[in-house]
């Protein structure tokens, strides 16, 4: 799921004063998704949602899903193909138990369920598989394409799809095919999917990048609205804007990267504040805007002279200040027990750690708050923590309860749809979810 937002677009319009969506857990599987496509003045329903990392099946079953929580989560994920009308990667064909069983649960849940098709990995044949025509007596690589997708919609019952293209136009994970139409190509198959009877009144979501779908440059489109005709909601992915291929120790997730103390604009990729302001700015409706939320942390090998800012210990439980972005050294060492070194991922560990093995690994007690002893920083800018273990010199950006109720916050002053969590493993007794999901006013 690498996010490296190449590109900050920083705008300059005001916000508007945006009604707080209404924000309703209750489950109401009647409630049509699209409500605006009837010119309704009626709020669209808030979306509190999470992605299922089907990789982690072992180790969190669908069955440990705070269900009640959520108004859809969404399975991930499958994979596209070179052909259009191929099965989808990394699923069963029209038979996955685990995608039927997830199903089950959801909607014995009154939750939808819905799948995520692409991710950093999986997004490589989206360019082709959107594709137009290429003569005017073959059916389109989208119309065939489309035709796959609404069987596997109708065979599994979901409902609904979310298109984590990474990212259309952009030249991402190496090998993905590119093309200077596919924000074009996207939009018209958008509109096309929605057009069909069976997404008719199923939700459509796009996973993005913190700045808008790019253009045939691959900037930034200044206008975007097109897309929220089709779409129930764009998901910002604010999260893996820092880690080990950055200059130094930084915010996985920011919620504000503009302070006065944030590194230069060369170096900072964005963050959940300029996010929204750049997708406003391309008049992409805020309600239609869902916020993507971290439940894990990036982690970075930190010497001890680095990291100790020298001050007095500072706080009741004794955690120590530790600096603000100080440098930091490779090889990316292990992150949690979910942190596999495999061939597929070069041999390299994430250095990943979910906020949960924060917990399991000593760094945070069984509450979440640092234990004593080791570095701790919250960042008031980024409103994000850090923290440190002195002695295996690991440091690590995450979010923790604190940020979570910021971005919960934000969510409610900019009128956002809601938020979507990676992923529903991560987390630790619903400490994260709790958080966000009371500061947005659920
Ligand atoms: C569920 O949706 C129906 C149809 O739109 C609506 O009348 C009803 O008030 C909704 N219930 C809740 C609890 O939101
Ligand atoms: C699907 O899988 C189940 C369980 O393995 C099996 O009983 C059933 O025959 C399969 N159906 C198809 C169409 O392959
Ligand atoms: C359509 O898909 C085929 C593979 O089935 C691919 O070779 C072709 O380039 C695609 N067309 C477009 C316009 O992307
Ligand atoms: C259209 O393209 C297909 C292959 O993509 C080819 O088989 C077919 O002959 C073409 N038809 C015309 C009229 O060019
Ligand atoms: C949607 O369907 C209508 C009626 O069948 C058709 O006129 C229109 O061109 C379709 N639009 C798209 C984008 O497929
Ligand atoms: C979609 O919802 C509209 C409005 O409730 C309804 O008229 C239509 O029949 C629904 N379409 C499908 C395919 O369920
Ligand atoms: C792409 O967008 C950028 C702004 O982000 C604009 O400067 C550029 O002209 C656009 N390119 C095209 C081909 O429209
Ligand atoms: C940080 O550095 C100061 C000054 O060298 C030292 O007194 C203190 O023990 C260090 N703190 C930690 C936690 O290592
Ligand atoms: C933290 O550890 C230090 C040193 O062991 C001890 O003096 C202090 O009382 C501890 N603080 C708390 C709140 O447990
Ligand atoms: C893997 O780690 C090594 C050692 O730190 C580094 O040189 C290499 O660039 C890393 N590879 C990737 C793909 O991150
Ligand atoms: C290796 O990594 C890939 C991608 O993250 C994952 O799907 C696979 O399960 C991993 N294999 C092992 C043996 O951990
Ligand atoms: C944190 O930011 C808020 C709002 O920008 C400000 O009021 C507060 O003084 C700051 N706190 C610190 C410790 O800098």
Request: aromatic share 12%; hydrophobic share 40%.
């Amino acid at each position: 799921m690498l996010n490296i937002g190449f590109l900050v677009l920083f705008c300059t319009l005001p916000l508007a004063a945006l009604a707080a969506p209404s924000c309703s857990l209750v489950p109401n599987a009647t409630l049509p998704a699209v409500v605006r496509r009837d010119n309704s003045s009626q709020a669209l329903p808030f979306v509190a949602t999470t992605w299922y990392n089907k990789e982690h099946a072992d180790f969190f079953p669908p069955d440990n899903i705070s269900w009640e929580k959520y108004t859809s989560v969404t399975y991930a994920f499958a994979t596209t193909n070179e052909d259009p009308s191929a099965e989808l990667g990394n699923i069963d064909g029209m038979n996955d138990t685990d995608l039927i069983h997830f199903v089950n649960l959801a909607h014995g849940n009154n939750v939808k369920a819905l799948l995520s098709i692409g991710g950093w990995t999986g997004s490589g044949h989206f360019s082709c598989d959107v594709g137009p025509t290429t003569n005017a007596t073959n059916p389109s690589n989208a119309t065939i394409f489309i035709n796959n997708l609404v069987n596997l919609v109708s065979n599994y019952s979901l409902d609904g799809l979310d298109f984590v293209w990474e990212f259309p136009g952009v030249d991402a994970d190496p090998g993905n095919v590119v093309n200077p139409n596919d924000s074009q190509n996207f939009l018209a198959f958008l509109q096309q999917l929605r057009n069909t009877t069976t997404m008719q009144n199923l939700t459509i979501s796009a996973s993005a990048s913190i700045t808008p779908f790019a253009n045939s440059t691959a900037l930034p489109m200044t206008n975007v609205s097109a897309f929220a005709e089709p779409l129930d909601y764009v998901t910002i992915m604010n999260f893996d804007q820092w880690g080990s291929w950055s200059p130094s120790v930084g915010p996985n997730a920011p919620l504000n990267d503009s302070c006065p103390d944030s590194p230069p604009n060369s170096v900072v990729s964005g963050s959940a504040d300029s996010a929204v302001k750049a997708w406003i700015a391309a008049d992409f409706p805020p309600e239609k805007l869902v916020l993507g939320v971290a439940a894990y942390g990036h982690s970075f090998s930190v010497n001890n002279s680095d990291a100790n800012n020298t001050a007095a210990p500072s706080d009741a439980v004794w955690t120590f200040p530790v600096a603000a972005y100080p440098p930091f050294h490779l090889p990316q060492l292990q992150g949690d027990s979910l942190d596999a070194k495999n061939a597929t991922d070069a041999g390299n560990y994430t250095g990943i750690f979910n906020f949960f093995g924060l917990i399991d690994e000593g760094f945070l007690d069984s509450n979440g708050h640092p234990v004593n002893g080791t570095g701790y920083r919250f960042d008031n800018c980024t409103q994000t923590p850090y923290v440190y273990n002195f002695t295996t010199g690991v440091m690590v950006s995450y979010d923790n309860a604190e940020s979570f109720a910021a971005k919960g916050q934000f969510i409610q002053d900019k009128g956002l749809r809601g938020f979507a969590m990676w992923e529903a493993a991560g987390d630790r007794n619903d400490i994260l979810l709790d958080a966000i999901s009371q500061a947005a006013g659920c």
